[in-house]
């Protein structure tokens, strides 16, 4: 891709822990000529740009060996990047600059809410109430 849908092009700085990944994809696993001369950090064998549906067969056997019993998608990728860099307390804002995703709207169409984070937030409106109360006891006390 040239651009993304927005038509822009976006430039992502990865520490090196990634960088080192990604050089070693480019030493190992790219073992065709056309691969090697290419642009493109994952070409096709032709050296051009994969099939869209390139991961779904590879998604499918993963979910199948682990047993998850749902399909997954490239959008779950996005969606699990989302949810695992807010679970790390990464700022919206870059976790959208990483994503590609200029608005709050997609940002939250490609998140979700798991439980533990339901039951903590849950929790701190009770820890808040009880402190209320604690305090209304002991001024009440006085």
Do not use: C
């Given at each position: 891709?040239?651009?993304?849908?927005?038509?822009?092009?976006?430039?992502?700085?990865?520490?090196?822990?990634?960088?080192?990944?990604?050089?070693?994809?480019?030493?190992?696993?790219?073992?065709?000529?056309?691969?090697?001369?290419?642009?493109?950090?994952?070409?096709?064998?032709?050296?051009?740009?994969?099939?869209?549906?390139?991961?779904?067969?590879?998604?499918?056997?993963?979910?199948?060996?682990?047993?998850?019993?749902?399909?997954?998608?490239?959008?779950?990728?996005?969606?699990?990047?989302?949810?695992?860099?807010?679970?790390?307390?990464?700022?919206?804002?870059?976790?959208?600059?990483?994503?590609?995703?200029l608005t709050e709207r997609m940002?939250?169409?490609?998140?979700?809410?798991?439980?533990?984070?339901?039951?903590?937030?849950?929790?701190?409106?009770?820890?808040?109430?009880?402190?209320?109360?604690?305090?209304?006891?002991?001024?009440?006390?006085?």
């Amino acid at each position: 891709m040239k651009t993304t849908k927005q038509k822009r092009r976006y430039g992502i700085d990865l520490p090196q822990e990634a960088m080192a990944v990604l050089k070693w994809h480019v030493d190992t696993q790219l073992t065709t000529p056309e691969q090697q001369e290419s642009e493109l950090l994952f070409p096709s064998i032709t050296g051009g740009f994969r099939s869209p549906s390139v991961l779904t067969q590879p998604l499918d056997d993963v979910a199948e060996a682990i047993g998850l019993g749902k399909r997954f998608t490239q959008r779950g990728m996005r969606r699990t990047f989302n949810d695992l860099a807010r679970a790390a307390r990464v700022e919206a804002f870059v976790t959208r600059s990483i994503s590609g995703h200029l608005t709050e709207r997609m940002h939250e169409l490609y998140s979700t809410v798991n439980a533990d984070e339901q039951r903590a937030g849950i929790a701190k409106v009770i820890d808040l109430m009880s402190a209320r109360e604690r305090r209304a006891d002991a001024a009440s006390a006085s």
